[in-house]
Nanobody, 120 residues
Framework: VQLQASGGGLVQAGGSLRLSCAAS????????MGWFRQAPGKERAIVAA????????HYAESVKGRFTISRDNAKNTVYLQMNSLKPEDTSVYYC??????????????WGQGTLVTVSS
């Protein structure tokens, strides 16, 4: 599956952004999807994940209550709604697809990344 992330940009602290990740190729609905982020000098870390049907979600502690992951299988798209953004949310955000679920899931397909910059 090929993934294309979009929606990043510059926003003030406290603001909101919605990231989108459009998928093409193999059937989107067979994949669990995740959003990851990587800040300069830091390791890439998972932000949120959503199961194939959307019934299950997972969030990093740092974004719980502020970010919401969702998907529309009819549109082959996964979203990340980010509210109450903080300067520490500044990162390149990536979407990824996996056949697995949980901490050991192998995300084999990745989008190109979209930069989110939160100013203070």
């Amino acid at each position: 599956v090929q993934l294309q992330a979009s929606g990043g940009g510059l926003v003030q602290a406290g603001g909101s952004l919605r990231l989108s990740c459009a998928a093409s190729g193999r059937a989107f609905s067979i994949y669990n999807m995740g959003w990851f982020r990587q800040a300069p000098g830091k390791e890439r870390a998972i932000v949120a994940a959503i199961s194939r049907s959307g019934d299950y979600t997972h969030y990093a502690e740092s974004v719980k209550g502020r970010f919401t992951i969702s998907r529309d299988n009819a549109k082959n798209t996964v979203y990340l709604q980010m509210n109450s953004l903080k300067p520490e949310d500044t990162s390149v955000y990536y979407c990824a697809a996996s056949m697995g679920w949980g901490p050991s899931a192998d995300y084999g397909s990745w989008g190109q990344g979209t930069l989110v910059t939160v100013s203070s």
